[in-house]
């Protein structure tokens, strides 16, 4: 189970990270471009 559990955790880990950066980069461009079809596109 653990061996099952721990690569899972790290990708999640991993998708948090990179969605948080992406998620700020693209707050800073909607805040003075459109606001939200750029997250849809996105995900």
Do not use: D
């Amino acid at each position: 189970m653990s061996n099952f559990f721990q690569p899972t955790a790290l990708i999640v880990l991993f998708n948090f990270l990179l969605r948080s950066k992406s998620n700020s980069a693209t707050n800073l461009r909607s805040s003075s471009h459109l606001p939200k079809p750029l997250l849809r596109t996105s995900s």
